[in-house]
């Protein structure tokens, strides 16, 4: 049996309680029930998901052991591309884990991650080493009317037929069941414009400890 190190056990542990993971399994009955998914299907967004959240949670704790995370030098040894390291940082945005400031000096109080960016470079630094876990609650649809694409998928998917389409979606709160297919299904969801850009734009990210 491979050993498997501490860090690596963390993240997995960290990864497995996301309360993304969590609201589609105990939304799982209802899914299933509508006839939108199959049992495969479904198994296979919540792999996806469970990759992401491992991934994001991998990144975490590299910062926490080390103080800071240079890329690509830190990630030599990691399955982890430089390239999903700016997708974490669109999820770990999503999460309001990481907040983006302008200039280095701008720092939050808050104990969180932040991210400032100057002269084409990214630099987080840890505010606090404990208190970055998401807090487990359902997950709210927000829709922003920029970003859509209008493709649709968020109405095909849903269990309890919450989304209506005209140009872009409008969730029906009073039906909707926060299990989070909605947001698993947006093609934006995974795959942030401004982290796209960012990759493209910026050779280096600096992570360094407050």
């Known amino acids: 049996m491979e050993k498997v190190d501490k860090e690596t056990f963390n993240a997995v542990c960290?990864?497995?309680?996301?309360?993304?993971?969590?609201?589609?399994?105990?939304?799982?009955k209802v899914i299933l029930n509508s006839g939108r998914?199959?049992?495969?299907?479904?198994?296979?967004?919540?792999?996806?998901?469970?990759?992401?959240?491992?991934?994001?949670?991998?990144?975490?704790?590299?910062?926490?052991k080390n103080g800071y995370l240079s890329v690509p030098e830190n990630i030599e040894n990691t399955e982890i591309t430089e390239?999903?390291?700016?997708?974490?940082?669109?999820?770990?945005m999503g999460d309001n884990l990481i907040e983006i400031k302008k200039g280095t000096s701008e720092l939050s109080f808050k104990p969180k991650i932040i991210m400032s960016e100057e002269n084409g470079n990214i630099f987080l630094k840890l505010s606090s080493v404990t208190t970055y876990k998401v807090p487990l609650e359902?997950?709210?649809?927000?829709?922003?009317?920029e970003l859509c694409c209008g493709c649709g998928a968020c109405f095909s998917i849903c269990p309890v037929k919450a989304i209506t389409m005209e140009e872009t979606p409008t969730v029906?709160?009073?039906?909707?069941?926060h299990c989070g297919l909605c947001w698993a299904s947006c093609p934006r969801t995974f795959l942030h414009i401004n982290v796209l850009k960012g990759y493209m734009t910026v050779k280096k990210v600096n992570f360094t400890k407050e």
Do not use: M
């Not at 997950?139 to 009317?145: L, R």
């Not at 029906?172 to 069941?177: A, Q, R, V």
């Open 14 to 28: 960290e990864a497995a309680t996301s309360f993304k993971i969590k609201n589609l399994l105990e939304n799982q």
């Open 37 to 64: 998914i199959s049992p495969l299907e479904l198994d296979s967004i919540i792999d996806k998901i469970y990759d992401i959240e491992l991934k994001k949670q991998r990144i975490l704790l590299l910062i926490k």
């Open 83 to 92: 390239f999903e390291v700016y997708k974490a940082l669109g999820e770990l």
């Open 138 to 145: 359902p997950i709210i649809p927000i829709v922003e009317k």
């Open 172 to 177: 029906d709160e009073n039906k909707c069941i």
